[in-house]
């Protein structure tokens, strides 16, 4: 009997933090209790394990941060430029990119919208015109707490008027700047993480698009991963890293340098998508890349074809929607 006790307390201590463990304990405490062989004792035995079992299972499942949760991740159409929307179930947005100048009012639009008046972060993967022009409209409209940037070397920053218009804007706002690089958590919940997976440390390049910011977001079992313009250099540096996806964003919109075979074999997408704009002067996307997506079973999406595509999860499933580009 004192045995049993025992186990029993040292299950209910442990509840929180083990609750596994817990409930093994208490369950053992209860077959151990002593008891007279009649039916309503078998019966209340039967009754207290049942009961404890949808208690430790329930805690279990509050325990566990990556068995449930839910999210929203828009690919935003801002014609030959990236900018991704990440609603979180927690009330957070993220804001990654924002397009070319002439697409800021765009993003801003899609912001107003969905009823959203600041961001949790902004993310300006790197700093050239098509992931960057738009940001100063956004930055004024939905002022974001912080601002995210990759680590690169001084050599390679372009001085151009989108950096100074996106330099002046946030200067003036007196708003909060990081930079980041591979590892770095960015975000964090009971349901979700969205961290930094390049550039690494070790990357060396002279191409400034291999220093893009990748990032990955969890939410449940489910996993998002955000390539920016990363080229092989850059997807080389990440391989061997467990960086397996539901749904992946074709490198560099689409470009033959970005999403390599060794690549997609790491990561196995179901879904993939592109930020690409209608009929534009690159050619994009390439041939190549549709054909190594389709290889390896991805349905592919398309800005310039579907519109801004939106990926809904609950955390083990996913589902699609678009809106048809207008002709």
Request: net charge negative; glycine share 8%; proline share 4%.
């Amino acid at each position: 009997m004192v045995l049993s006790l025992v186990l029993i307390g040292a299950g209910f201590s442990l509840s929180k933090a083990q609750p596994m463990v817990s409930f093994a304990l208490v369950i053992a405490g209860i077959i151990l209790f002593p008891h007279r062989r009649s039916t309503s004792a078998v019966l209340i035995k039967a009754v207290m394990i049942a009961a404890l079992s949808a208690l430790f299972y329930t805690s279990y499942v509050s325990q566990n941060p990556w068995e449930k949760g839910s999210a929203s991740i828009t690919f935003i159409d801002v014609g030959q430029g990236d900018s991704i929307l990440i609603e979180l179930s927690d009330g957070k947005n993220v804001l990654i990119d924002g397009g070319l100048k002439e697409y800021g009012s765009k993003v801003v639009s899609v912001l107003k919208e969905k009823n959203i008046r600041h961001l949790d972060l902004l993310i300006a993967s790197h700093p050239h015109a098509d992931h960057i022009g738009g940001l100063p409209e956004v930055i004024q409209a939905c002022q974001p707490y912080l601002i995210i940037e990759p680590v690169f070397p001084s050599e390679l920053n372009p001085s151009t008027w989108s950096v100074q218009q996106f330099d002046r804007t946030v200067q003036n706002l007196h708003i909060p700047r990081k930079t980041v690089r591979s590892g770095d958590i960015l975000l964090e919940g009971n349901s979700y993480r969205l961290d930094v997976i390049s550039p690494a440390e070790s990357l060396q390049s002279d191409d400034l698009n291999d220093y893009s910011l990748m990032t990955r977001l969890r939410v449940g079992k489910t996993v998002f991963l955000f390539t920016a313009d990363a080229g092989y250099t850059a997807e080389l540096e990440m391989l061997n890293r467990n960086l397996h996806c539901d749904v992946l964003q074709a490198g560099h919109h689409g470009s033959f340098g970005s999403t390599s075979t060794a690549f997609l074999e790491e990561t196995t997408p179901d879904y993939a998508v592109i930020s690409v704009g209608k009929d534009n002067d690159h050619n994009l996307p390439n041939s190549y890349v549709l054909s190594r997506l389709e290889d390896y079973g991805a349905r592919i999406y398309r800005t310039d074809s579907d519109g801004s595509v939106t990926f809904e999860t609950d955390g083990k499933t996913i589902s699609v929607s678009f809106e048809k580009a207008q002709e």
